[in-house]
């Protein structure tokens, strides 16, 4: 018997409207997927919970109020199995329920991850009647050649399940849907707008599982669905999985060691089918009871210090393993990376596919990734990690006052191709985008201001001081982004709106010439009107957008043969 106890159902029902809101989904537009909550298009901008912070309604209380202060309207939390189903078939959503009401009565969005048998490659959130029965639910065995990150000499083991385990699927499967079917009879108003299935899934200690159950799997041919998949998508696969299957002749049949040979490669490729098609079954039993958008989320790897798959979790929806995760798990409606490499850029264009929006679920907190992740990729949203941590009046919080304000404007330009975005790194002074019908010019205003004194024969001011960390005491340090950056929206008409820091702007049209008309700085009210403040003439044209702080400015253009 399945039972069931949670917040009462009346509590959470208060004050919601008389009939359920339309569903959250992905949606196609012109300029790729865009996320609709409520019938409008939602950026799911804010941050990520610790992961045991949800675990306590007492402890959450003065954090969602901080988060609201903070100005986050949409936060990650979390759904534990072992929280929700402490005895088999006993299912306590109290923790879940209390994450809806608090999010709820301020006027914000979540996404649940459900912290199932595997989270960052091992399975600790499992509960113990599942842990504690090897029998029925096996584990995964590795032959131990390789170093774990984030581990320490004399640590004792953590638990890692078999994915081949026909019995964990089950269980795993059974408690996700029941957190679904939950979701909709407690959430019909959607608090609640996406789901994330596990956490960076995957195999450390090993390129493969060298279980039993394994075994046999490894032995079998290569799925049908995934070979038809290469054969269609042959021309636009990843150059890794192109090539593993072209130096075996691109074999339409045979055994994994057949088609892909035994090589670590060939592991990784078999474990992301075997873990991919686990979470397919999750998502599709899910999205059988409540259709959310579903996503999963991949610990990067390669990457310095991790330059193969059990370094970095073998199996898990890798840049390289993207293919493998689409053909398995085609319920997805999204893989989304956890980024903390310092190529953000890259990073973030391996993830941003026109049929698959771009959406960060963990990031640091380096304000000008955003911008550079909703402009340039058009992403439906991005979420610093340890959100709780973030200082009230820090630069990250200033960023999401700005932007709250502005999601219609921006989500439009990215439905209509009408956005860019500006990031200079360390060493780089300007950088070029077409957009509206212009060649637009960014450069750094401190090092373009140097560049013109010192031609000048006048000494360069000295560089500002680093910015204030992002983090209260006790937080990872994290210094406020100091690098340029900016939206870039053409708004037609010869006019543009941009908002960010550091940044000012040039812009050519062919053999025109061009000619700034009036530049004005504003804010955009809470119901989304543009309120203006000074006219930007003279000097202070050379910083159109603010290098102190991060500001808006509307531009507009003149231009004549």
Same mark, same amino acid.
């Given at each position: ?8 159902a009346?509590a959470?029902?208060l004050?919601m *409207?008389?009939s359920a809101?339309t569903m959250?989904?992905i ?5 790729g997927?865009?996320?609709v909550?409520?019938g ?13 912070s ?11 109020d901080?988060?609201a202060?903070?100005?986050?309207r949409s ?13 088999e078939g006993h299912f ?7 994450q ?6 301020r006027?914000i969005?979540?996404a649940?991850?459900w ?5 960052n490659?091992t ?6 009647w599942?842990?504690g ?9 590795t032959?131990?050649a ?21 019995e964990?699927l089950k ?15 407690v959430?019909?108003?959607?608090t609640v707008?996406?789901i994330?299935i ?5 195999l450390?200690?090993?390129?493969r599982?060298?279980s039993a ?7 079998k *041919?290569v799925?049908?669905a995934l070979?038809?998949y290469m054969?269609r998508?042959k021309d636009?696969l #990843?150059?890794e999985l192109?090539?593993?299957?072209g ?9 994994w060691?057949e088609v892909?040979?035994t090589?670590?490669e060939a592991d990784?490729?078999?474990m992301a089918?075997?873990f991919a098609?686990?979470v397919?079954e999750?998502?599709?039993?899910g999205k059988?009871?409540n259709p959310?958008p579903f996503?999963?989320n991949?610990?990067l790897?390669?990457q310095?210090?991790?330059?193969q ?8 929806p890798v840049?390289?393993?993207?293919d493998?995760?689409h053909?398995?798990a085609p319920?997805?409606?999204?893989l989304?990376?956890?980024?903390y490499v310092?190529?953000v850029?890259d990073?973030f264009?391996q ?14 907190f380096r304000t000008g990734s955003?911008?550079?992740a ?7 949203g991005?979420s ?8 009230v009046?820090g630069?990250y919080?200033?960023a ?5 304000t502005?999601v219609p ?10 956005i860019?975005?500006v990031?200079?790194?360390?060493g780089?002074v300007?950088?070029q985008?077409d957009?509206?019908?212009y060649?637009v010019v ?5 090092a ?8 000048a ?9 680093p910015?204030?960390?992002e ?8 210094p406020g982004?100091?690098?340029p950056f900016?939206?870039?929206i053409?708004?037609g008409?010869d006019r ?5 820091k ?6 050519e049209k062919?053999?025109d010439?061009v ?14 009107k543009w309120?203006p403040?000074?006219?930007i003439?003279?000097?202070e #044209?050379l910083?159109?957008l603010?290098a102190?702080r991060?500001g808006?400015?509307?531009i ?5 043969r």
């Open positions: 018997m399945i039972k069931k106890i949670g917040l009462c009346t959470l029902l004050a *409207p008389a809101q959250p989904k949606e196609k537009t012109a300029g997927r865009q996320l909550v409520d409008e298009p939602y950026l799911f901008i804010g941050g990520e919970l610790h992961n045991s949800a675990s306590s309604p007492e402890y959450m209380k003065p954090v969602w901080k988060l202060a903070m100005n986050v936060v990650i939390g979390t759904a534990s199995w072992s929280d929700v189903e402490p005895r306590d959503f109290t923790t879940v329920d209390a809806i009401a608090a999010a709820r009565a006027k969005h979540i649940l991850i912290f199932g048998a595997y989270k490659a399975s600790t959130y499992a509960p113990s599942v842990r029965d090897a029998a029925r639910f096996p584990r995964a065995v032959k131990s390789y170093k774990t990150a984030f581990t320490y000499v004399g640590a004792m083991p953590k638990p890692v399940l078999s994915v081949f385990s026909p964990l269980a795993d499967r059974r408690a996700f849907v029941a957190l679904m079917q939950h979701l909709g009879e959430d019909p108003e959607h707008v996406m994330q596990e956490n960076e899934i995957g450390l200690r090993d390129s599982d060298r159950l394994a075994n046999v799997a490894w032995s *041919p799925p049908a070979i038809s054969v998508e636009r #990843r150059p192109a090539a593993m299957w130096r075996h002749g691109q074999r339409r049949s045979g055994t060691s892909f040979g090589e670590w990784e490729a078999f089918w075997s098609s686990y397919e999750l998502a599709k039993a059988a009871v959310l996503y999963a991949a610990w790897g390669p310095k210090g991790q330059e798959a059990g370094l970095y979790p073998s199996g898990g840049a390289r393993m993207i493998v995760w053909a398995a319920s997805l409606d999204m989304s990376p956890d980024v310092p190529d850029k990073a264009a993830y941003h596919r026109q049929d698959k929006p771009l959406f960060v679920p963990e990031a640091q955003l911008f550079w909703l402009g340039h990729h058009k992403a439906i991005f610093v990690f340890g959100v709780e941590d973030g200082r009046d630069q919080p200033q999401l006052a700005l932007i709250n502005m404007v921006i989500a439009a330009a990215q439905a209509q191709n009408r860019g975005a990031l200079l790194e360390d780089e300007s950088a985008m957009l509206g019908g060649n960014a450069r750094g205003s401190q373009l201001f140097s560049s013109m004194l010192l031609d024969g006048l000494q360069a001011p000295p560089p500002p001081p910015l204030p960390s983090t209260e005491e006790g937080g990872l340090p994290a982004d100091a690098r900016a939206l870039v053409a708004e008409d543009f709106l941009v908002v960010g550091g940044v000012t702007f040039d812009f062919g053999k010439i000619e700034l008309d009036h530049v004005q700085e504003g804010t955009f009210d809470a119901a989304g309120v403040g000074r006219a003439n003279g000097d #044209r910083a159109i603010p102190d991060i808006i400015a509307r507009r253009l003149v231009h004549r």
